[in-house]
């Protein structure tokens, strides 16, 4: 995995437990959803009251390996990193990361696409955000 510039901290909620008493596999979605949202409002490319109805991103591919259990209080935060940059899709990496202990508790690669929902088709990533993403990530970006 890349070194990540960006945390989120994720509260895991009791809510969130299956019936094995740790985080439901699914929530991992969730989590990684909530730090990539966070991810582009620090870069100042999507605001709290901005509709992504104009220029959003859609969920492409998705793959996640889990390393440890999660637990109901423990104390997480969760990486994001764009890897790659292409024409209309995103490469970001992620993980879950024990904040007391550092150990990575899973890991996933998600590929975003560019999409305008009121259009109902993808489009080119903004130059903005190409811009931006580029520069956070120290131009680690790989197109």
Do not use: C
């Not at 999507?46 to 969920?59: A, C, N, P, R, Y």
């Not at 390996?65 to 997480?76: A, I, K, L, N, S």
């Amino acid at each position: 995995m890349s070194d990540f510039r960006f945390y989120h901290p994720v509260e895991v909620r009791y809510g969130d437990l299956d019936p094995q008493g740790h985080v439901n596999n699914a929530k991992h979605l969730t989590y990684f959803e909530q730090a990539r949202i966070a991810y582009l409002v620090e870069l100042g490319l999507f605001t709290k009251d901005q509709s992504f109805m104009e220029i959003g991103v859609i969920l492409a591919d998705v793959h996640i390996t889990y390393f440890e259990p999660v637990y109901f209080g423990q104390r997480v935060k969760v990486g994001v990193h764009v890897s790659k940059l292409g024409n209309k899709s995103m490469t970001w990496e992620q993980n879950i990361v024990d904040v007391e202990t550092g150990k990575g508790l899973a890991k996933g690669e998600i590929v975003m696409v560019t999409y305008n929902y009121r259009a109902e088709k993808t489009i080119p990533i903004p130059q903005e955000w190409r811009e931006k993403i580029k520069g956070f990530e120290n131009l680690s970006v790989v197109e």
